[in-house]
Structure formats: structure tokens, C-alpha cells
Nanobody, 121 residues
Framework: EVQLVESGGGSVQAGGSLRISCAAS????????IGWFRQAPGKERERVAC????????YHVDSVKGRFTISSDNVKNTVALQMNNLQPEDTAVYYC??????????????WGKGILVTVSS
């Protein structure tokens, strides 16, 4: 059974930083892609960042480029998203998701429950 558990959410003021993590079990990163997605109130879920052995880290939201960094520890099966200079527009529920047997973060197979990140101005 694939399990994804997020941690590290919370509330910060604009300009602050947070590091959220995803602990995965039931598969390995050698044959999968792990991504961070987010859903803001009243908005559609969007893909934020992805990492895989084949493609490395990729970013899919222009506004986070240069501020967010995705990284992985393949031994521990964890993926982190370092978020710097957070803005109110980053407020959302952040989800960790995985897709087996794929290097890209599309059509994800498994999802975590999500954690809330709130950024106040």
C-alpha cells in the first residue's frame, strides 16, 4: 500500500519561509515521480513542482520559480519543498502526490491528505 504523509505546514507572514516534507512508503523513488500540488480557496488544484530520477526537479508555476526548491532523499523516501519569500497568493492546501513507473507528475496514482499553508500580509 502506498502511503504519503505531509508535514511542516503552518502560518507565516509574507516574506517568511516554510519547509514542508512528504514521507513516502510502499514504493521507491527510483521508479516513480513525486510532486507537490496545491489548491487555493475557490481555485483548481495546480501542479507546483515535481522530482524524479529521470528528469530531476521541475517547476510548473511561474510565480514560485526562484522561491521554491524541491529536493529528495531517495534513501529515506522523502521529498521536501523549501518555500522562501512566501506571499499571500501561496496560501493553499498543499498535497504530496506520487506516480509509479513514470518520470513525470501527471495522472498521479496516490495522494496525501494535504497540509494547510497560510500566508498573511
Amino acid at each position: 500500500e502506498v502511503q504519503l504523509v505531509e508535514s511542516g505546514g503552518g502560518s507565516v507572514q509574507a516574506g517568511g519561509s516554510l519547509r514542508i516534507s512528504c514521507a513516502a512508503s510502499g514504493f521507491t523513488f527510483d521508479d516513480s515521480a513525486i510532486g507537490w500540488f496545491r489548491q487555493a480557496p475557490g481555485k483548481e488544484r495546480e501542479r507546483v513542482a515535481c522530482i524524479s530520477q529521470h528528469d530531476g526537479p521541475t517547476y510548473h508555476v511561474d510565480s514560485v520559480k526562484g522561491r521554491f526548491t524541491i529536493s529528495s532523499d531517495n534513501v529515506k523516501n522523502t521529498v521536501a519543498l523549501q518555500m522562501n519569500n512566501l506571499q499571500p497568493e501561496d496560501t493553499a492546501v498543499y498535497y504530496c502526490a506520487a506516480r509509479s513507473h513514470s518520470p513525470i507528475c501527471v495522472n498521479m496514482d496516490s495522494w496525501g491528505k494535504g497540509i494547510l499553508v497560510t500566508v498573511s500580509s
